[in-house]
């Protein structure tokens, strides 16, 4: 099972977001919530999220 490692200044993506979208850049993070935004977004504009409404990525194992 893949495992969510999610950081201030990484990206993600949400459940179900549409491929013409960019990623997310996380701003923060606290007990089971994100701050994201749109890297063309001002830094004040976030949205919180939980973590479970992020898509996790399946690990390539080879």
């Keep these: 099972m893949p495992s969510l490692v999610v950081r201030p200044g990484g990206t993600v993506r949400l ?18 919530r994100a701050w994201i935004r749109q890297p063309e977004w ?11 409404q992020l898509a996790v990525p399946y690990a390539q194992v080879s």
């Excluded at 001002?42 to 479970?52: D, I, S, Y």
């Design 15 to 32: 459940k179900q977001q549409p491929d013409h979208l960019p990623d997310f850049v996380v701003m923060a993070c606290a007990s089971d």
């Design 42 to 52: 001002p830094t004040h504009a976030q949205l919180c999220v939980r973590l479970t």
